[in-house]
């Protein structure tokens, strides 16, 4: 049974998020999206882990259900301490097995930090001190390196992170089985670290709002869903129960490129290394994104792949296609009714998305957007690369004679 998984999201009580991101939106969004399993996100936060306690019904293997979504225990971290002469802040996916095991972590958390500050909390202490006090709480617990490639708050961010895995986890580095490849990067650009051949890519959307849960997925195919059946699946790649990860554009991601956005500067790494990583505006230092980090640190040329890859494959989200389709921007009327329409009829935006014939989307989708999906699929778009926080611009060039009307 194939199963759609998003285990990184947030929930209201973290910074920037939206108020909506509470278990009814969630519920409803996931069924919208097509999405199976969701993280609960922020189970530190001791509101929102009250929320879950009174609204999760246990599913019985470390999975918990509200309504007809199946959820799993996970929070976001942030280990922000001083290591070698640099200040680190490296964040980390947490998997817990059950409510239970939250409430010791979170007691054990609570020592090191303000847990109510925010749905994301930041602790003063290593990476490596952290795990420990998270396994010491629940050895079942499971701890995944997010976003990997982020510039300010990632295991190998350009501003904070590492070379290695080794150089922020030490003795602890054998029981880091995953990490999270982030909306900048790919298995692909990871692939390129043999460093990262027995590490397993997972993808999530690390989603702030409810429309944007599934922008990335990590999918599996298990006979029974399971806390310990997904975290197996995760750290044995075995390609018949982890099927791979749907991923954005990483042109798409905001720091996929280097660039200063004060100052509109975007340059590629081999721009940005010719002008010493520095503004050819203003003269100061760029932010240095997640491809210059792969640069540097890749062993493999591009497009060498490693032996035993499990696949991927690369989506737009539908809203944008059909705002791309109708001239508009996301979240118009016009889109948003087109989005609803589309996805009542058919069931899903994953359904749509990934399992739709041409054939059978015909039937009852406009010309141009059909036209739209087919060329995201076969990956036929124009992508300015984002850099500096500012998102990448994907452009789907659609037929002149398509463009005359949208149906």
Not at 185 to 192: E, Y
Not at 344 to 359: A, K, N, T, V, Y
Request: with cysteine.
């Amino acid at each position: 049974m194939r199963l759609i998984a998003d285990l990184h999201i947030h929930s209201r009580f973290s910074r920037a998020t939206s108020p909506e991101m509470d278990l009814p939106a969630l519920t409803q969004w996931a069924k919208v999206k097509g999405i199976d399993i969701l993280g609960t996100g922020d189970f530190t936060h001791p509101q929102w882990f009250n929320t879950l306690q009174a609204g999760l019904v246990p599913e019985g293997d470390g999975l918990y259900r509200y309504e007809e979504t199946l959820f799993i225990l996970t929070a976001e971290v942030a280990a922000i301490w001083s290591q070698d002469g640099r200040v680190r802040k490296v964040h980390l996916l947490v998997l817990a097995p059950s409510l239970e095991a939250v409430a010791r972590i979170n007691r054990e958390l609570a020592r090191i930090g303000n847990l109510a500050a925010d749905g994301r909390p930041m602790l003063g202490i290593s990476a490596k001190r952290l795990v420990e006090a998270i396994w010491n709480a629940e050895s079942a617990a499971e701890v995944v390196p997010a976003h990997a490639w982020t510039p300010w708050f990632s295991i190998f961010g350009s501003r904070s992170g590492f070379d290695s895995l080794e150089e922020c986890f030490g003795e602890h580095t054998k029981r880091i089985f995953a990490i999270e490849t982030g909306l900048s990067s790919d298995p692909a650009m990871n692939w390129r670290l043999s460093s990262l051949d027995e590490i397993t890519l997972v993808s999530n959307s690390d989603a702030h709002s409810p429309a944007k849960l599934g922008r990335e997925v990590t999918l599996f195919d298990l006979a029974v869903a399971s806390y310990v059946g997904i975290v197996a699946a995760i750290k044995e790649r075995d390609p018949s129960s982890f099927l791979g990860t749907i991923e954005f554009f990483p042109e798409e991601g905001k720091y996929h490129f280097d660039g200063h956005r004060a100052c509109g500067v975007v340059l590629s790494p081999r721009e940005a290394m010719a002008k010493d990583n520095r503004c050819p505006v203003c003269g100061k230092p760029l932010t240095i994104g997640v491809m210059h980090r792969v640069e540097e640190l890749a062993d493999r040329p591009e497009g060498e792949t490693p032996p035993g890859r499990i696949p991927y494959r690369s989506l737009v989200p539908l809203e944008e296609i059909i705002a791309q389709a109708m001239g508009l921007q996301p979240g118009a009327k016009g889109v948003t009714q087109e989005y609803e329409r589309l996805v009542g009829r058919f069931g899903s935006e994953f359904h749509i998305l990934l399992d739709l014939s041409e054939e059978a989307l015909g039937k009852e989708t406009p010309p141009r957007i059909l036209q739209a999906i087919r060329k995201v699929r076969a990956g036929e778009l124009e992508i300015e690369p984002g850099h500096d926080g500012v998102y990448g611009k994907v452009t789907i060039p659609l037929d002149a004679e398509e463009q005359l009307s949208l149906f």
